[in-house]
């Protein structure tokens, strides 16, 4: 269950997936990394190019959240994972 992930499981492909992102246009990612400065919106630092960043929904799918860009956000691995 995604709830019970962490992280620091060692379950490296799932995480790795997570990171990548496949399904995820470049040229949406981009447009998050600009509207937030290139700033992870939990932490506020900056990402760098060592970062694992995930695109997260501001308000989740299961609560009536969409799938468009205003409802998304990139943010740290970590800070996801702290968010829920």
């Not at 900056?46 to 409802?71: A, L, Y």
Request: some cysteine.
């Amino acid at each position: 269950m995604k709830q019970e992930k962490s992280v620091y499981d060692g379950d490296v492909s799932y995480w790795s997936r997570r990171a990548l992102t496949p399904n995820m246009k470049t040229k949406i990612r981009a447009r998050l990394f600009k509207k937030q400065e290139y700033k992870c919106n939990i932490c506020h630092r900056i990402f760098m190019s060592f970062d694992v960043i995930e695109t997260d929904h501001i308000k989740p799918i299961r609560k009536g959240g969409k799938h468009s860009i205003t409802n998304l956000q990139l943010l740290h691995a970590t800070c996801h994972d702290k968010k829920k």
